[in-house]
């Protein structure tokens, strides 16, 4: 059983690019949570979603990123005209309901803009 | 926002020492977990506390959940190398889908 898979694992992008994350959750899950861990911080929430609805994105910045759970596929978070500020380590973590507490984590995304 | 404040920042301690470290905050937590973190990878769980007062051990771990709901620790007992990484508390405040976590405890062990 695969646990929360998280692509790329790296990825660099200049200044003003457009990241693309990626999270499969673990089979039956069907609850995705986002978090980004700056250099030396905790993680922080950014968003939850379930198939094809966003829940709660009260953590996500109100510009730039937005993240989406379709009905096929992974969920997928967004990052538009990416600046040095968005360097950090993006975790998926999913959930078979919507516990957060019972969610298990990637690998993480780690992005670098230079 | 809601804040955990963790300490210590971070310990380096002799194989076979014990270690503690806690996490306070101002407001009330539903559900306190601990998490430990390698390099280059994801949080993984450790303990999860539901109730206030519950004591938890995991091994050579025990962690509890403070009795006014807004502090908890994490014991580890004869600490060994591979017990080096990074560890964080994380509180659950509405019973719901996200978490607040702490800043981390960095742990180093010598051997």
């Known amino acids: 059983n695969a646990g929360v898979m998280q692509n790329p694992r790296h990825l660099v992008r200049r200044r003003g690019q457009e990241a693309r994350l990626r999270c499969s959750p673990m089979k039956g899950h069907s609850h995705v949570y986002w978090y980004r861990q700056l250099p030396e911080e905790g993680l922080k929430f950014m968003v939850y979603?379930?198939?094809?609805?966003?829940?709660?994105e009260s953590g996500m910045p109100k510009e730039r990123f937005s993240a989406e759970f379709p009905k096929e596929g992974p969920s997928i978070l967004r990052i538009q005209q990416v600046v040095r500020g968005d360097s950090a380590a993006y975790f998926c973590?999913?959930?078979?309901?919507?516990?957060?507490?019972?969610?298990?984590f990637g690998q993480g995304t780690r992005l670098t803009v230079v | 926002g809601q804040q955990l404040n963790q300490s210590p920042q971070s310990m380096f301690i002799q194989e076979g020492e014990d270690v503690s470290m806690n996490c306070t905050s101002s407001?009330?937590?539903?559900?306190w977990l601990w998490y430990k973190q390698d390099p280059g990878e994801g949080p993984v769980l450790l303990i999860a506390l539901y109730k206030a007062g519950e004591l938890t051990s995991n091994g050579r771990l025990t962690a509890q959940f403070g009795i006014t709901r807004k502090d908890s620790f994490l014991n580890i007992s004869a600490s060994i190398p591979s017990d080096v990484g990074i560890y964080f508390c994380?509180?659950?405040?509405?019973?719901?889908?996200?978490?607040?976590f702490g800043a981390g405890t960095i742990l180093r062990v010598k051997s």
């Open positions: 973590a999913s959930s078979p309901q919507g516990r957060g507490t019972e969610a298990f």
């Open positions: 994380a509180g659950d405040m509405e019973y719901g889908n996200k978490l607040v």
């Open positions: 979603l379930q198939k094809e609805n966003i829940i709660d």
């Open positions: 407001s009330i937590f539903n559900t």
